[in-house]
Nanobody, 117 residues
Framework: QVQLVESGGGLVQPGGSLRLSCVFS????????MSWYRQAPGKEHELVAS???????DYADSVKGRFRISRDNAKKTASLQMNALKPDDTGVYYC???????????WGQGTQVTVSS
């Protein structure tokens, strides 16, 4: 069974940086695409960034040039480096793993990111 545990959220001032991590428990991490979503109060659940098992990345327009998603297959970890943070980046950030062959999705519990002065 796959389990995901996110960490790294917190309170940061506008313009600051945070690095989120998602640790994957289970087998065949390299067979999964990994994504980060966020949920802000009163807003739609939003795809922030994704990385395929081949390392191809994609980003929401709102975070391009500021966020970077990466993965370490040896450590079974996906990370999201967030720079130049804005108040609009505030929300709960969730990690998702999708097994490409079965389209099965697994979610973490979320980590809160608050950008405020």
């Amino acid at each position: 069974q796959v389990q995901l545990v996110e960490s790294g959220g917190g309170l940061v001032q506008p313009g600051g940086s945070l690095r989120l991590s998602c640790v994957f428990s289970g087998s065949s991490f390299s067979s999964y695409s990994m994504s980060w979503y966020r949920q802000a109060p009163g807003k739609e659940h939003e795809l922030v960034a994704s990385i395929t098992r081949f390392g191809v990345t994609d980003y929401a327009d709102s975070v391009k040039g500021r966020f970077r998603i990466s993965r370490d297959n040896a450590k079974k970890t996906a990370s999201l480096q967030m720079n130049a943070l804005k108040p609009d980046d505030t929300g709960v950030y969730y990690c998702k793993a999708r097994r490409d062959t079965t389209q099965s999705d697994y979610w973490g519990q979320g980590t809160q990111v608050t950008v405020s002065s």
